[in-house]
């Protein structure tokens, strides 16, 4: 009788839930193929900000080495400031010297002179030690400059090589995320492929049934085919229809290759008219209870538990929002979703 009625209520059929439901179904894949790509790009972009680090730090180092370099490029003038007050001295000496030989020629036979050209010898050796001193500095400093030189030739090498990293390391991201984009699509249609063979199968398999229906990528099940009202207790009906579908879900999993993470998800829903009986305090737990005595009767039935999932919605995805008998018999349902984990 109840079958009947069932029949007799959807003779219209509406194709826009459907519709709905598959266009929702396609914006949540490209959501998370975007949320993947997003994620390993987000990877990938810490191994590129390291590489930026080690830069800002060569930078750094470069910008030291160049405030070193002025200083001693200071210190260098100014010896150099300091060299040709001393050559000026040397020449002003040797000017002495030459009028003190000159003197010292003219006057060979006084005595004065013979000391008055001693002292002008001891004078004169006195600035060559000087000059000899600063050139001794003046080559330090030179010795130093060279090595600074090389240090920064060093560290320019080492930016280069840097920024060779750098460009190989985004050439390999680009090349990555090419890869991971064309994997991806590979699994979802090779997923999409065996959720169209499995549908297909549990089509024939359960038959044409006005509480079975095909909504969009999933199988909807009215409640009342699984449970009594207000109950989670599988029914011994429900239990030949699960049966039906613990079979198919055997032979997919051992069709399936191992490397495609796929799940059924198992999703409870219920009407909007609120529950509050001892058992259940609300339609989130009902529907919740629903959806886990499903799932624990396909494991019971040898489906692998890793391949299931179980969801409570309570009313807030409804499939029709009339407030009618009909509307409300309607939300009240099981649905099954092979997707992927």
């Given at each position: 009788?109840?079958?009947?009625?069932?029949?007799?209520?959807e003779s219209g059929f509406n194709y826009w839930p459907g519709f709905v439901d598959a266009l929702s179904t396609l914006v949540l894949s490209i959501v998370f193929l975007l949320s993947v790509f997003l994620v390993v790009q987000f990877f990938l972009s810490q191994e590129v900000t390291g590489k930026d680090k080690a830069l800002e730090q060569?930078?750094?180092?470069?910008?030291?080495?160049?405030?070193?370099?002025?200083?001693?490029?200071?210190?260098?003038?100014?010896?150099?400031?300091?060299?040709?007050?001393?050559?000026?001295?040397?020449?002003?000496?040797?000017s002495e010297r030459d009028r003190a030989k000159g003197l010292y020629e003219g006057l060979?036979?006084?005595?004065?002179?013979?000391?008055?050209?001693?002292?002008?010898n001891k004078a004169l050796d006195s600035e060559k030690e000087v000059s000899a001193r600063a050139l001794a500095q003046i080559e330090v400093?030179?010795?130093?400059?060279?090595?600074?030189?090389?240090?920064?030739?060093?560290?320019?090498?080492a930016l280069d090589a840097s920024e060779k990293r750098g460009q190989q390391s985004q050439a390999r991201i680009a090349d990555l995320g090419q890869r991971l984009n064309v994997a991806l699509a590979q699994r979802v249609q090779e997923l999409s492929r065996y959720r169209s063979e499995f549908f297909g199968r549990l089509r024939t398999i359960l038959g044409n049934r006005p509480d079975i229906?095909?909504?969009?990528?999933?199988?909807?099940?009215?409640?009342?085919?699984?449970?009594?009202?207000?109950?989670?207790?599988?029914?011994?009906?429900?239990?030949?229809?699960?049966?039906?579908v613990a079979t198919a879900l055997i032979d997919l999993d051992k069709q399936i290759p191992g490397e495609i993470a796929w799940v059924l998800r198992v999703d409870g829903h219920t009407d909007v008219r609120p529950i509050n009986s001892p058992v259940f305090k609300s339609n989130w737990e009902l529907s919740s209870a629903r959806a886990i005595s499903v799932v624990q009767y396909l494991v019971s039935r040898g489906v692998p538990p890793q391949r299931l999932v179980a969801a409570g919605f309570a009313e807030f995805q409804p499939l029709d929002t009339a407030q009618t008998e009909e509307a409300y018999k309607r939300n009240r349902r099981i649905e099954l979703k092979l997707t992927e984990r």
């Open positions: 009788m109840a079958l009947a009625r069932t029949r007799r209520g060569l930078n750094a180092r470069i910008a030291q080495l160049n405030d070193l370099l002025s200083l001693e490029k200071l210190g260098k003038a100014s010896l150099d400031d300091q060299i040709s007050r001393l050559k000026a001295g040397l020449a002003a000496a040797e060979a036979s006084a005595g004065d002179a013979a000391g008055r050209a001693t002292e002008l400093l030179n010795q130093q400059i060279s090595a600074l030189r090389r240090q920064l030739a060093a560290l320019e090498e229906r095909i909504v969009g990528d999933r199988f909807v099940f009215q409640s009342e085919v699984f449970f009594d009202t207000g109950q989670a207790l599988l029914l011994p009906d429900g239990r030949a229809e699960l049966d039906k």
